[in-house]
């Protein structure tokens, strides 16, 4: 069931219960060096990103968000620090919503001047707090034995933090507002987002901060965002990958497919090899997934469907019989499945990829 949210909009993409939850980014390109960025945004857009945070650290960056936004294929949040002039700079420029931090962004008449400007330009803020940024007034003792209860002492001060500063833009009378209480550990970024999610209706950007490289933050996000995502909570999800932002949308597309909250386009199940496998099972799936992103980069799509590659005798017919397309076989010896229903019987290790291809090719549109 997910969890009921008021909803808003960042640029033509609806944020709340009432849409799909979507994938975000952040560019690492300088802000100020357009093409580049546009290059980077165009190629995210590809992969499936749907809305485009870029760094605003200065005036020049604040100016190149107006040429941006005007050939952009995504919509762009302004991600601010510091200084709020560049919020409102941002702003003036047409951003389609901003970021702030609630331990960063000065004084209150600064969140004022930022909810004014958003409010008349019609564009929505987020919150952002952050274990890394919080005020002073939240910080906690770092003498804590207990992992469990550093991580609840710290979840507990994100959402104080998030709440006084929704606090203060509520006073302002602003209201389309979105949430992220991000730390660097999963359990820390379930607490907040689980205990917030429970006293509040506002929209939640999902998220596991300084996640580390590919294979830490594969882990700390499926964790982190999926397990959310399967309780209901969340509306935008962001991986957060040290490398490139474009193997942060191949992470958060398998994150959302696994939770439920998209049809795997194709869903590919294979049997992990054993001491029965007789056949170059790892290839011939690796072999599958290339063809399927050389596809998709090739601008083709797929309707939800499901290919299983088995190796043994074990779970491999049963498995395979499952999928739209499956195969199933060992001794170098298979058999071809279509909708549970034998296509071809006994054919060799060699034609397996031409007949898969062939299967897969039908099925594009």
Excluded: W
């Amino acid at each position: 069931m997910r969890r009921k949210t008021r909803n808003i909009k960042i640029g033509n993409i609806g944020i709340g219960s009432d849409y799909p939850v979507s994938i975000q980014s952040m560019t690492n390109s300088d802000t100020r060096n357009v093409k580049e960025t546009l290059s980077q945004i165009s190629e995210l857009a590809k992969l499936g990103c749907q809305i485009a945070r870029v760094a605003v650290p200065d005036i020049a960056s604040a100016n190149a968000i107006k040429i941006i936004i005007q050939e952009s294929l995504l919509p762009i949040v302004a991600d601010i620090h510091f200084d709020y002039k560049l919020a409102l700079i941002s702003i003036q420029n047409g951003v389609h919503a901003v970021r702030i931090n609630p331990g960063n962004i000065g004084a209150i008449e600064n969140v004022k001047a930022v909810a004014e400007a958003a409010g008349e330009a019609g564009i929505p803020i987020r919150i952002g707090a952050n274990t890394g940024s919080l005020p002073k007034e939240f910080h906690i003792t770092k003498n804590i034995s207990s992992k469990f209860k550093k991580a609840e002492l710290l979840a507990d001060a994100l959402i104080k933090s998030a709440l006084k500063q929704c606090e203060i833009l509520e006073g302002f009378n602003f209201k389309d507002i979105k949430v992220s209480l991000k730390a660097s550990d999963a359990l820390t970024t379930y607490l907040a987002y689980r205990n917030f999610a429970s006293i509040t209706n506002y929209p939640l950007h999902l998220g596991v901060t300084e996640a580390g490289t590919l294979f830490s933050s594969s882990v700390k996000s499926s964790i982190g965002i999926g397990s959310l995502l399967i309780n209901g909570i969340g509306d935008t999800i962001r991986v957060s990958v040290t490398g490139s932002p474009l193997e942060e949308i191949k992470i958060a597309r398998a994150i959302l497919e696994a939770a439920g909250n998209r049809e795997p386009s194709p869903e590919i199940v294979s049997c992990p090899t054993c001491a029965r496998t007789t056949a170059d099972i790892i290839d011939l799936t690796k072999n599958v997934e290339s063809l399927i992103a050389s596809m998709k980069s090739d601008g083709y799509c797929f309707s939800p469907f499901k290919i299983a590659i088995m190796g043994c005798a074990v779970n491999g017919p049963g498995e395979a019989r499952d999928a739209d397309i499956g195969i199933a076989g060992a001794d170098g010896r298979f058999v071809l499945f279509r909708n549970g229903q034998t296509v071809k019987n006994s054919y060799s290790e060699a034609e397996a990829f031409s007949l898969l291809k062939e299967e897969i090719l039908r099925r594009k549109i």
